[in-house]
């Protein structure tokens, strides 16, 4: 559709710098790749760096890793496994997607946890689940205390991820029906991150908004899902804390949603970005 549509696209290009007219309105930006720097006019652009990089530099208001609660949500490397017997699994009564459910995946991490299996004693699961005929994405494990905009800690953070990833493929091997020649296919190219900077936009949405299933007059799209945050470590007052808040908060029941506004894209008073 990109194509179609005459865009020209660059990969491996990342913007350094931006240009504004000294208000709100972005003029430029200066780009880096292979061939060097180049500056770049626009009428109109999008930040979708995931980090926020693009408003920052322009001078955007924004909320940095951890600035609200002095914690940060931790990051999770995922990996691709193959070889995977899921009717072998199915007939153990293994559930196909076992991300935060207590079924069997979760009831045999908690006895692998117990057993002192792992570098950290995470008792909450995220899973494996099933994404082809002998194929698996595993979303396990954490990595506490990253923050996505330090080098040091993305450098570290997916060092310890790719450990973190082999000690959960051998508990999914010895632990897990089905999972017996299970072997890893890859890890992921880039560390899973939970939080990291975020835009003040023009609107932020809150718990209340979630609560009172609020509709908007300029809402881009309307969801479901529950408030998704994970534990800021495995300690098991932290586990504690996070199964009693994830209770108090609930979820919507089915056929209910609330509205995603199009002012949470919008960086607070600017006119093109």
């Not at 880096?32 to 920052?56: C, H, P, Q, W």
Request: include cysteine.
């Amino acid at each position: 559709m990109v194509c179609a549509a005459g865009v020209e696209v660059w990969f491996f290009t990342r913007v350094i710098d931006v240009e504004t007219d000294g208000e709100k309105t972005v003029k430029g930006v200066v780009t880096n790749n292979i061939e060097g720097s180049m500056y770049v006019r626009g009428k109109m652009f999008i930040d979708a760096t995931g980090d926020a990089a693009l408003a920052k530099l322009a001078g955007a208001a924004c909320r940095e890793p951890g600035e609200d609660t002095e914690v940060l949500m931790p990051s999770t490397l995922c990996a691709l496994l193959g070889g995977v017997d899921w009717q072998a699994a199915a007939d153990a009564g293994v559930e196909l997607v076992g991300y935060n459910t207590p079924g069997y995946q979760h009831a045999r991490l908690l006895d692998a946890v117990d057993a002192g299996f792992f570098t950290q004693p995470d008792r909450h699961l995220l899973g494996v689940g099933k994404t082809g005929h002998s194929l698996a994405c595993m979303n396990a494990g954490h990595v506490f205390g990253l923050n996505s905009l330090r080098r040091a800690d993305l450098t570290n953070g997916m060092m310890l991820g790719r450990k973190i990833v082999q000690e959960y493929l051998a508990f999914y091997k010895q632990y897990v029906p089905g999972f017996a020649k299970a072997e890893l296919v890859t890890t992921g190219t880039l560390m899973g991150v939970r939080e990291s900077r975020r835009i003040v936009g023009e609107y932020e949405p809150n718990v209340q908004d979630y609560l009172a299933k609020r509709q908007f007059p300029d809402q881009i799209g309307v969801f479901n899902k529950f408030i998704d945050i994970h534990p800021y470590s495995c300690t098991e007052e932290e586990i504690a804390r996070f199964n009693q808040k994830a209770f108090d908060t609930g979820r919507l029941p089915v056929g209910t949603y609330f509205g995603i506004p199009y002012g949470i894209l919008v960086p607070r008073g600017f006119a093109n970005l």
